[in-house]
């Protein structure tokens, strides 16, 4: 079993910063890729970094900031400048294999809710 914690959302004013944490635990043997998507009321979800590609999203380029904590299992998002446009709920997904030589499975995070008021 692995388990994805994230945490850090929330409400902030427009211009603000939040950071997201997601950590993994349970039977890892390796994690491979980490990332965070976001997925916005009536829209679909969509890739904002990975930890392999960086930041992807166009739309926020230049004022988030993917990092990873290996020793803790652990991928970080710094959200700089924060905009209205940024509401959405966030998810960590993680490629992990639970055994050596073993298959990659995708994991995601339950999703935290970061809200930017104008």
């Known amino acids: 079993q692995v388990q994805l914690v994230e945490s850090g959302g929330g409400l902030v004013q427009a211009g603000g910063s939040l950071r997201l944490s997601c950590a993994a635990s349970?039977?890892?043997?390796?994690?491979?890729?980490m990332g965070w998507y976001r997925q916005a009321p009536g829209k679909q979800r969509e890739l904002v970094a990975t930890?392999?590609?960086?930041v992807t999203a166009d739309s926020v380029k230049g004022r988030f900031t993917i990092s990873r904590d290996n020793a803790k299992n652990t991928v970080y998002l710094q959200m700089n400048s924060l905009k209205p446009e940024d509401t959405a709920v966030y998810y960590c997904?993680?490629?992990?294999?639970?055994?050596?030589?073993?298959?990659?499975?995708?994991?995601w995070g339950q999703g935290t809710q970061v809200t930017v008021s104008s």
């Open positions: 349970g039977s890892i043997f390796s994690i491979n890729v």
């Open positions: 997904n993680v490629l992990i294999a639970t055994m050596r030589g073993g298959s990659l499975y995708s994991y």
């Open positions: 930890t392999t590609a960086g």
